[in-house]
């Protein structure tokens, strides 16, 4: 099966960086983190050459009413998956099969040890009938850090990306049109050796499986209020925080439906003695202010190993360190924020990740007091709506960037 990705000028840059980048940070300014030493080599059985494709015999109707999408909901009729057993040598061959159940061990590990990561991204049916996807090299390092670091197996990066684009393009027409709607991807790592005791896994499964959506809230792009939870820690230093695996979020469920009682529509999670603030909800947290100096200052909470390094974080930075205002990555408290609203030198507060993009903040709600963000028309910021149009300018193809290769035609 041949690799769809086109030669463009701007894929051929992409095409260099996914050479090296399984090795690389983020940014240059991300920490260095720890590998979990069990962290082992993919052998050769993982390739793009000797991947199977299975069409389905019975496809699903696609939605009609792309407004009634929702998120992550609906899924299309094909995945990609492969398995992975240390004594048979590593990697079996990747396929391409119709969406389907999976048939565990109720002994299987990842059940019982919660020994599992994801990755979340997204494809977009561009201005120009072409389909792109977003800085999918970041996505992909990311992908490899959290398998490593829940000591499971990593992928030869650059065999599965040829085998999503593949998979993209059978699935391309379940793409809905549009600013705001996408193609969820959900790269998946599981655990599956069949047996009880804490372990690196000797066995694993990867699967990846797509979602057309539309917007993350149900109101669509319009300011949340959140709650700044002084009860609950998302992550902490020597954690998991900046791996993606699904522990981290099962325990944001409670606190999450407890926010939702009060009115709010997330959880500004905090860490520490003096309210360090951290992320909000599933996304990293921005505030563009004026510090008690006088000095104009765009921050946001570090990549000290808490937080996750988010691939619409980076896009953000990288956009708003183009400007006259830069961002500032370093800590920053509850109520150093509370300061900044009372004393009228907050300018907007926003949150940003691949299921939101960008999405302006109203309202803090802080010892049960509430805290307002000043919002110029009632929507969002400028820096807000100036970023989410640029981003979405590069998503859908208004402008030509090398942060959003060609995948295929629509």
């Given at each position: ?81 492969a398995n992975y057993d240390e004594s048979k040598g590593g990697w079996d061959k990747p396929m391409i099969t119709p969406f389907r159940n999976l048939s ?277 910021g400028d820096i807000t709506k100036n970023l989410t149009k640029t981003l979405f300018d590069i998503q859908y193809g208004n402008v030509q960037h090398e ?8």
């Amino acid at each position: 099966v041949a690799s769809r990705f086109h030669s463009t000028p701007t894929s051929a840059t992409m095409f260099r960086a996914m050479r090296t980048f399984a090795a690389k940070p983020i940014s240059a300014g991300s920490a260095a983190k720890p590998v979990f030493a069990r962290a082992r080599a993919t052998l050769a059985g993982f390739a793009h050459e000797h991947m199977t494709i299975e069409r389905s015999t019975e496809l699903k109707p696609k939605p009609a009413d792309r407004d009634a999408l929702g998120f992550g909901q609906l899924f299309t009729d094909h995945m990609l998956l492969a398995n992975y057993d240390e004594s048979k040598g590593g990697w079996d061959k990747p396929m391409i099969t119709p969406f389907r159940n999976l048939s565990l061990s109720p002994a299987t590990v990842v059940f019982h040890y919660a020994l599992e990561c994801f990755e979340g991204m997204k494809a977009y049916r561009g201005v120009d009938q072409k389909i792109r996807i977003f800085r999918p090299e970041l996505n992909f390092a990311r992908f490899n850090r959290s398998s490593a670091r829940m000591g499971l197996p990593t992928l030869p990066i650059d065999e599965y990306r040829k085998c999503l684009m593949d998979l993209l393009e059978m699935e391309k027409d379940w793409i809905p049109e549009g600013r705001g709607y996408s193609m969820y991807i959900r790269p998946t790592m599981i655990g599956t050796s069949p047996a009880l005791g804490v372990g690196p896994a000797k066995q694993a499964m990867m699967f990846t499986i797509l979602s057309p959506v539309g917007s993350y809230y149900a109101g669509g792009f319009q300011p949340v209020r959140v709650l700044a939870d002084t009860d609950h820690v998302r992550a902490w230093p020597g954690g998991t925080g900046d791996a993606k695996c699904g522990g981290n979020y099962a325990a944001t469920i409670v606190p999450q439906v407890k926010a939702m009682e009060k009115g709010c529509q997330q959880v500004l999670w905090l860490f520490g003695d003096d309210h360090q603030v951290t992320e909000v909800g599933t996304s990293n947290f921005f505030a563009h202010w004026v510090t008690p100096e006088g000095n104009e200052e765009i921050v946001t909470a570090p990549l000290d190993g808490t937080i996750l390094e988010g691939v619409t974080r980076q896009a953000v930075i990288d956009t708003l360190n183009k400007g006259p205002v830069k961002v500032t990555e370093r800590k920053f408290t509850m109520p150093e924020l509370c300061s900044a609203i009372e004393s009228g030198r907050i300018r907007e507060v926003f949150s940003c990740g691949t299921a939101v993009t960008v999405n302006p903040i109203k309202e803090i709600v802080y010892k049960d007091q509430l805290y307002t963000i000043p919002i110029a028309d009632g929507q969002a910021g400028d820096i807000t709506k100036n970023l989410t149009k640029t981003l979405f300018d590069i998503q859908y193809g208004n402008v030509q960037h090398e942060w959003a290769p060609i995948v295929c035609d629509a």
